[in-house]
């Protein structure tokens, strides 16, 4: 059994090294030790370019940019933070030209999602990063912090 | 003779469940390894790890997944890999169990990497989880 567990023990060393190793040349790879106020999923390439905004934080700043809703456009119709347009998650993965079309590149882009564990936001950050945004801001908790917060929202087109 | 039959032929099915057991590891790992973003944005939603250890927890999970697949199916240390296996099914059942608890939705991030929660897991579909659980239990405390 010891023997077993030995061997066990090696098998997960080599797996953390072989982790280690390939994360750091990979095209996708991660930074292992992120800080509390970052989010996990975003490649190192594109770390420096994203950053992570307070909700009462974004909503004084988005006015220097695009407050951008990735939810669908169903719940975007239904309440969304005030100011903000929906590029739906699901519509600007499939083609992101109609969407950033006319947008400069140094726009800074504000984005939210659903809230803390929705991974839309970091996954459109990607996506616009790519398309040679350098300006990414992710709301931290996403439309429920900023509902949280009672900041001002738009609902079925009025004003809340 | 008859005894012998019998000891071949369970010698087989273990070779089976052994080769099988390891290309599902092995197939499970592939989408993690080439998109490591992903796969932690969905551990992400699980909502047990903190946050700060989710990318190196999950960059490890997906090696681990490869190394313990491709041991299972050459046949090499094969009961240290079949007991590694059982350890990251029963944690992957820990995991899933506790996110349903809390009634949050979401797609295991077994074989592809699908974040958003069309399909989401249910307790009906966690006998796979239990089955592959049983069989690496199976292989990694048998007798020779």
């Known amino acids: 059994m010891m023997s077993k567990l030995f061997q066990a023990t090696i098998l997960l060393f080599f797996s953390l090294i072989l982790s280690i190793t390939v994360n ?60 903000a347009i929906n590029w739906s998650y699901e519509m ?18 504000y984005l939210y999602c659903y809230d803390e564990t929705c991974p839309l936001s970091i996954m459109a950050s990607k996506i616009l990063w790519e398309q040679g945004f350098r300006q990414i801001f992710i709301i931290k908790g996403g439309f429920s912090a900023w509902e949280g917060n009672w900041l001002p929202e738009e609902k079925n087109g009025y004003l809340k | 003779m008859g005894r012998k039959l019998v000891t071949r032929r369970k010698e ?41 250890s989710v990318n190196a927890l ?41 996110a349903l608890l809390r009634g949050i939705k979401l797609n295991c991030g077994c074989f592809f990497l699908e974040t958003s929660t069309s ?11 239990a089955l592959l659980l049983f069989s690496s239990i199976l292989l990694g405390f048998k007798k020779r």
């Open chain 2, 58 to 98: 999950s960059i490890w999970l997906s090696y681990l997944e490869a190394v313990v697949g491709i041991m299972l199916i050459l046949g090499l240390w094969e009961k240290a890999s079949a007991i590694l296996a059982s350890g990251m099914c029963m944690l992957f059942l820990i995991f899933l169990s506790s």
């Open chain 2, 119 to 129: 399909s989401p897991r249910s307790w009906a579909t966690l006998w796979q989880e």
């Open chain 1, 24 to 83: 750091q040349f990979h095209p996708r790879g991660l930074p292992l030790i992120i800080t509390k106020d970052m989010m996990p999923g975003i490649p190192k390439k594109i770390f420096k370019s994203v950053h992570f905004i307070d909700v009462k934080q974004a909503y004084i700043e988005a006015k220097k940019g695009m407050l951008i809703d990735l939810r669908s456009a169903s719940d975007f119709q239904n309440s969304h933070a005030k100011g």
């Open chain 2, 12 to 52: 087989w099915l273990f070779k089976i469940i052994r080769i099988i057991l390891g290309f599902i590891f092995l197939a499970s790992s592939i989408e993690k390894i080439i998109y490591p973003d992903i796969f932690a944005s969905i551990v992400v939603k699980y909502q047990i790890l903190p946050l700060w």
């Open chain 1, 92 to 109: 600007l993965e499939k083609n992101p030209t109609p969407f950033i079309k006319g947008v400069k590149k140094e726009t800074p882009l």
